[in-house]
């Protein structure tokens, strides 16, 4: 096998993949990432519309918190970031409540969670072992499923403490989004490969990695149909875990049964997520009853309703816009996804949160903005959750083969920052630095 002349591939050039070959490049190594989609960020996908006055994320839209790897690369970059406005509202029965009641209920269960620890088991097992009330138990079910993109019976409670330890270090309560669009950072990365010397192919998907220690080839089909074969004597693979899964998505030659039972143990989860334009920010003039009198609804940034198929909302505050996005993750995606169209869906979920007639929705409705993660060939889910067992599954992910082959991307963290754009930076940089370890071995 010949190993040719370059000295690392990277398969994928999502927010993994750019940040393992940045560092590479900027160790002196001529690494060459061979990407599938014709366009870098992976799941960070930020559209550019005309008549939008902001950016519509398909993808990544949140910085949770403050983590060094997206900070580091926001300041380098001079990109103007805002911190999210706190008024946040949960609505149920009719009535809009601040989402202090809510969010001390789920503080509550995770306190809990915290004291009696235990053993690894499903977090619905887990909620249904104290007499919690109802209410509790739904709040805390909204907030996993919602933010883990997680099924509650499926979501281990180890690897749901690490990550609520985890955000708790990068005060992941606080949220931010980059005024230019995510795809501002990811594009930061692309330039900083670049300007290193390295070398990014897009529209090049690999079918096939063949391997022994100290070479890999890979063989790739172009955009236009066309097959090529690329060699190394290491790769970073960085591909999502819904491929990982699949012996027929990429075939490894020899195979990696390890890895495959690694990436086995580990839940691919779902999300959608659907953006709604109108011709005006209607919903400011509306006002809702609450449990401390009238409150009207112009300075709404998250809205929570586990009444309505849609179940979580927000606005583009502090920027003032006339977009809305609609979130459900876990058990609520799947509802979805089966039934009525999204957007259907959606406008009727919205209608029902702002307790007006769903008529008076559709008529301000312009356009709806979504992109479908679960059948996309090169995502194939939205991100990963540890099920039981799963933070070990995790471990054996992200280990190095033979120092030939390496590990990255979102579902290799081991940190408790799965499932995030920070997590899966973190993941390439390490990958960077098991491949330039190797060397001096
Ligand atoms: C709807 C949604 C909302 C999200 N919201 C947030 C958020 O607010 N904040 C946050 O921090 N995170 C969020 N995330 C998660 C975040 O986007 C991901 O964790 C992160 O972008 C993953 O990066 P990655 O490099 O691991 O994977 P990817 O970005 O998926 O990169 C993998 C790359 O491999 C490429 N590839 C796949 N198959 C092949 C092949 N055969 N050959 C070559 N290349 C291939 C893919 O095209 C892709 O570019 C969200 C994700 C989704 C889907």
């Known amino acids: 096998m010949e190993t040719g002349d370059t000295d690392v591939l990277v398969i994928g050039a999502g927010a993994s993949g750019l940040a393992a070959a940045g560092d590479l490049a900027a160790a002196g190594l001529r690494v060459r990432v061979v990407e599938a989609r014709g366009r870098v960020g992976g799941r960070v996908h930020t559209l550019y519309e005309s008549s939008s006055p902001v950016p519509v994320e398909l993808g990544a839209e949140f910085i949770h918190g403050e983590p060094r790897e997206t900070w580091e690369l926001v300041e380098r970059a001079n990109l103007l970031v805002c911190e999210l406005p706190g008024r946040r509202w949960q609505k149920r029965g009719g009535r809009l409540t601040t989402t202090d009641e809510f969010w001390s209920k789920i503080e509550k269960v995770f306190e809990r969670l915290k004291r009696e620890g235990g053993r690894d088991r499903a977090f619905e097992e887990f909620l249904s072992e104290r007499r919690e009330d109802a209410e509790t138990r739904e709040a805390a079910r909204l907030y996993v499923e919602g933010f883990h993109a997680a099924h509650s019976e499926r979501i281990g409670t180890r690897g749901l403490l690490k990550a609520e330890e985890a955000s708790e270090r990068t005060n992941g309560d606080k949220l931010f989004r ?9 594009e930061h990365l692309r330039e900083e490969v670049l300007r290193r010397g390295g070398e990014i192919m897009l529209g090049t998907a690999v079918e ?3 391997w022994r220690p100290g070479g890999v080839e890979l063989t790739a089909r172009g955009a236009g149909g066309e097959a090529g074969t690329h060699a190394a004597p290491r790769v970073v693979v960085t591909l999502p875990l819904g491929l990982l899964k699949d012996e027929k998505a990429v075939r490894f030659v020899p195979e990696l049964p390890d890895k495959r039972a690694a990436a086995a143990g580990i839940e691919v989860g779902h999300v959608e997520r659907v953006t709604l334009r109108f011709r005006e920010r209607f919903w ?21 309703s586990p009444e309505v198929a849609v179940p979580t909302w927000w606005t583009a505050l502090p920027v003032r816009a006339p977009l809305v996005v609609g979130w459900a993750g876990g058990t609520a995606a799947d509802r979805l996804s089966g039934g009525d169209s999204l957007v259907e869906s959606a406008l009727q979920s919205f209608a029902e949160v702002l307790g007006v007639a769903r008529g008076e929705v559709a008529s301000q409705f312009v356009e709806a903005y979504t992109h479908d993660w679960r059948s996309d060939p090169f995502a194939r889910g939205a991100y990963s959750y540890p099920p039981v067992g799963g933070v070990e599954a995790q471990e054996a992910l992200a280990r190095p083969v033979e120092g030939t082959l390496f590990f990255a ?19 390439g940089r390490r990958a960077a630095r098991e491949v330039l370890e190797s060397l001096r071995a």
Do not use: C, Q, W
């Not at 609450?290 to 929570?304: I, T």
């Not at 991307?409 to 993941?427: P, Q, R």
């Open 208 to 210: 096939e990695l063949r």
């Open 178 to 186: 980059v005024l230019s669009g995510y795809r501002s950072v990811v």
């Open 409 to 427: 991307g979102e579902a290799t963290n081991t940190d408790g920052h799965n499932g995030t754009v920070h997590g899966a930076i973190a993941t």
């Open 284 to 304: 400011e003039k509306l006002e809702l009853p609450g449990d401390e009198g009238v409150r009207s609804l112009a300075e709404m940034s998250f809205l929570f």
